[in-house]
């Protein structure tokens, strides 16, 4: 779609994936806040529950992944103990104890493949009065002990306007 609005129009367009932007926003955001970190070395992973699904954001070394197609992070497809796909689990109104337990895996699992200094959660239909027990939770499914800081965003909508905002600006100054 962005090939056909710059064409027809004669304009540069930038289009990106929403979780990129808010993963890329909060990490801004939480950087101004924390002053001790910079945008290059962060390593990071924003898991957002909506009712549309969930997905994550991913920064690795600074840098979004947004893998082959524009796939990475689509959490939502990922299998889970042969009971369907993370989505399909979550979509189903599942009891907080299973609830607890997969997401508390997912975290795990981001984890292990990643290793980010900070896993992020938030969105709309997370069920936040959980967070405590997903934390720990984790502990249980975790190797070696290493255990990545988890993180409640409050405002996703925020995260949103300040990532679009810089890539929009990056994209605006590339050529100079």
Known sequence: IG??????????VLLENNLNAIDLGFSINYLK???????KSLNLVYIHFTEDGVGAGIIANGQLIRGENN??????FMPI???????HILSN????????????QVIAILNCV??????????ST?????????????????????MTKIILSEDSKKDYLT???YLATEFMYSGI
Do not use: W
């Open 3 to 12: 090939e056909y609005i710059e064409k027809k129009y004669d304009i540069p």
């Open 33 to 39: 806040e924390m002053k001790t970190l910079d945008l």
């Open 71 to 76: 796939f990475a992070g689509e959490l939502g």
């Open 81 to 87: 103990n042969n009971k369907g796909h993370l989505g």
């Open 93 to 104: 109104n599942p009891s907080d104890e299973t609830y607890i337990d997969v997401v508390s």
């Open 114 to 123: 990643i290793n980010p200094s900070f896993i992020v959660i938030g969105g």
């Open 126 to 146: 997370l069920r936040k009065d959980l967070i405590a027990q997903i934390k720990e939770t984790c502990k249980k499914y975790l190797a070696n002990n290493i």
């Open 163 to 165: 990532g679009i905002t």
